[in-house]
Nanobody
Framework: QVQLVESGGGLVQAGGSLRLTCAASGRTVDDFNLGWFRQAPGREREFVAAISWSGINGYYKDSVKGRFTISTDRAKKMVYLEMSNLKPEDTGVYYC???????????????????????WGQGTLVTVSS
């Protein structure tokens, strides 16, 4: 059974940086692609970024392109989200997810299908103050 554990959230000022980590475990984790989502208070969950374990290409929500970078360390089974030039609107709980959906398709996944992704972590809170 695949499990995901996020860490690295915290309070940061606007313009600052954070790195989120998702530790993946489980015998079949190599079969999955990985992604990050976030949910702000009172708003629906939204896609942020996705990647395969090969880490060749990352796919991003338009508003984070150029500021966020998703990457993997396959040997350590870690997925990272490097966030820079953070804005107050980046505030939210950030979730790691895993699924065999091709990483290039995560961007187009309708929000009502997020619940169908196979594995979710518990989330880590990011708060960006203005």
């Amino acid at each position: 059974q695949v499990q995901l554990v996020e860490s690295g959230g915290g309070l940061v000022q606007a313009g600052g940086s954070l790195r989120l980590t998702c530790a993946a475990s489980g015998r079949t984790v190599d079969d999955f692609n990985l992604g990050w989502f976030r949910q702000a208070p009172g708003r629906e969950r939204e896609f942020v970024a996705a990647i395969s374990w090969s880490g060749i290409n990352g796919y991003y929500k338009d508003s984070v392109k150029g500021r966020f970078t998703i990457s993997t360390d396959r040997a350590k089974k870690m997925v990272y989200l490097e966030m820079s030039n953070l804005k107050p609107e980046d505030t939210g709980v950030y979730y790691c997810a895993a699924d065999d959906l091709h990483d290039s398709s995560w961007y187009y996944l309708p929000p009502d299908q997020y619940r169908d992704l196979k594995v979710w972590g518990q989330g880590t809170l990011v708060t960006v103050s203005s």
